[in-house]
């Protein structure tokens, strides 16, 4: 028993060292045509918007909308391949991830 809060208690601090590893990692995401900007970090929080002026009008709502999406999702993609890369560089074994 004793072992298995062992490997519960390494298993904890692996994950909270990856937190804090990629929590330094970032990946830039953009949609329509690089007039909509997203940056998040490695624990996928949203760290940057930037939204060009000709989007906010009222007639773009929906380019708009469609464009937050699009570069959060972007975003993702790229952070998740840094994470996938860090994640194997480090050596860290995940049950599950390996």
């Not at 940056?39 to 909308?65: C, R, T, V």
């Not at 975003?75 to 074994?93: D, L, N």
């Amino acid at each position: 028993m004793f072992n298995k809060l062992k490997q519960f208690k390494d298993l904890r601090n692996t994950a909270k060292q990856m937190q804090t590893m990629l929590a330094q990692e970032s990946a830039d995401g953009e949609a329509a045509w690089g007039k909509v900007k997203v940056k998040i970090n490695g624990n996928q929080e949203i760290l940057d918007i930037q939204i060009d002026l000709e989007l906010l009008s009222a007639d773009n709502k929906e380019k708009l909308q469609n464009a937050l999406k699009d570069a959060t999702n972007d975003a993702i993609k790229k952070v998740q391949r840094i994470m996938a890369e860090k994640v194997k560089q480090s050596g860290i074994s995940l049950p599950g991830l390996s």
